[in-house]
């Protein structure tokens, strides 16, 4: 069964910095792209970032380039966002996505991060 | 949301109901559609990939299908469980991004 569990959402000030991990498990994970997506409080869905399976190319959103870094780690079956600069508009629940473009999609129970002073 | 989709949509317990989602030559145009369902509450889960590909276990009742910069998701045989909200997407190749549409709640009247 594919499993994807995030970890290291919390509360930050704005300008702080957080470190997202999901850590994969049920599948080859070094075979696939993945993704972030986050989810405003009641609002839509939003792509973050995404990562090729070597990690040799990765994409973000306007918004998040120069604060956000997405890596990976295929020994560990993890995948890490680093978040730096935070400001309000980045409190959202952040879902780890395998292969979000394809069949094989999978998505994790996301993490919730809030900016707030 | 550079892919434009209806913010609501409705039906009665065993009508079709059909959700638009727009775009662009850079995305829709030239790349698949994949349509995910959100229940109240829940994670979201894929629905249709590739356009109209369903993943093992979801009903036939859903189909997908794409045409142009445009794809649409149709439901037929409306029923309670399927209130939910719903979202196009694609790889849009000019903003390098991977984008959504806004979302359609589907609603059981």
């Known amino acids: 069964e594919v499993q994807l569990v995030e970890s290291g959402g919390g509360l930050v000030q704005p300008g702080g910095s957080l470190r997202l991990s999901c850590a994969a498990s049920?599948?080859?994970?070094?075979?696939?792209?993945m993704s972030w997506v986050r989810q405003a409080p009641g609002k839509g869905l939003e792509w973050v970032a995404n990562?090729?399976?070597?990690?040799?190319?990765?994409n973000y959103v306007d918004s998040v380039k120069g604060r956000f870094t997405i890596s990976r780690d295929n020994a560990k079956n993890s995948l890490y966002l680093q978040m730096n600069s935070l400001r309000a508009d980045d409190t959202a629940v952040y879902y780890c996505?395998?292969?979000?473009?394809?069949?094989?999609?999978?998505w994790g129970q996301g993490t919730l991060v809030t900016v707030s002073s | 949301s550079v892919l434009t989709q209806p913010p609501s949509a409705s039906g009665t317990p065993g009508q079709r109901v059909t959700i638009s989602c727009s775009g662009s030559?850079?995305?829709?145009?030239?790349?698949?559609v994949n349509w995910f369902q959100q229940l109240p509450g829940t994670t979201p889960k894929l629905l249709i990939h590739?356009?109209?590909q369903r993943p093992s276990g979801v009903p036939d009742r859903f189909s997908g299908s794409k045409s142009g910069t445009s794809a649409s998701l149709a439901i037929s045989g409306l029923q309670s469980e399927d209130e939910a909200d719903y979202y196009c997407?694609?790889?849009?190749?000019?903003?390098?991004?991977?984008?959504f549409g806004s979302g359609t709640k589907v609603t059981v009247l």
């Open positions: 996505v395998r292969s979000i473009g394809g069949g094989k999609s999978a």
């Open positions: 049920g599948f080859t994970f070094y075979s696939d792209w």
């Open positions: 990562i090729k399976e070597d990690g040799s190319e990765k």
């Open positions: 030559s850079s995305s829709i145009g030239s790349n698949i």
């Open positions: 590739s356009n109209n």
């Open positions: 997407a694609a790889w849009d190749a000019s903003l390098k991004a991977y984008v």
